[in-house]
């Protein structure tokens, strides 16, 4: 995959026709493949964070953009899942509560303990998605 993006290119790009507003547009999807290590058929939950320093202050620490569910893993089996991750999910909210896509450098980790990381920047200007009203 890249690792580096354009901010005005992922805003102004295409719309998909079930994506009305531009925080549904598509950012990525990150294939993911699972395997039962244990002895025991069970559900698997795939959770993807995002991580880094963007927008203002404070950061949070981590931020949940995405999951997925895979049913009924046999022990010993491997299955692959798809995480589908939009522009409006790596978005945060600025001091007027605008919806926005900051430039910066990003890491999107997957589950709590981090088992694997994509680092990659967005470039550009902020672009707003979405504003909430004034006064």
Do not use: C
Not at 35 to 40: D, E, F, Q, T, Y
Not at 87 to 109: E, H, N, Q, S, W
Request: proline share 8%.
């Amino acid at each position: 995959m890249p690792s580096s993006f354009s901010t005005t290119e992922l805003v102004n790009q295409t719309p998909d026709p079930k994506a009305a507003y531009k925080d549904l547009l598509p950012f990525t999807s990150v294939p993911v493949t699972i395997l039962n290590k244990g002895n025991v058929t069970s559900d698997f939950v795939v959770l993807a964070f995002l991580k880094g320093e963007y927008g203002p202050e404070p950061f949070p620490l981590k931020s949940l953009v995405a999951f997925t569910r895979v049913h009924l893993v046999e022990p010993g089996q491997t299955v692959n899942a798809t995480l589908n991750i939009n522009i409006g999910t790596v978005a945060r909210g600025d001091k007027k509560g605008d919806l926005v896509l900051f430039p910066g450098k990003y890491k999107l980790v997957l589950d709590i303990d981090d088992v694997d990381v994509w680092e990659f920047e967005f470039k550009g200007n902020n672009e707003v998605l979405d504003s909430w009203p004034q006064r």
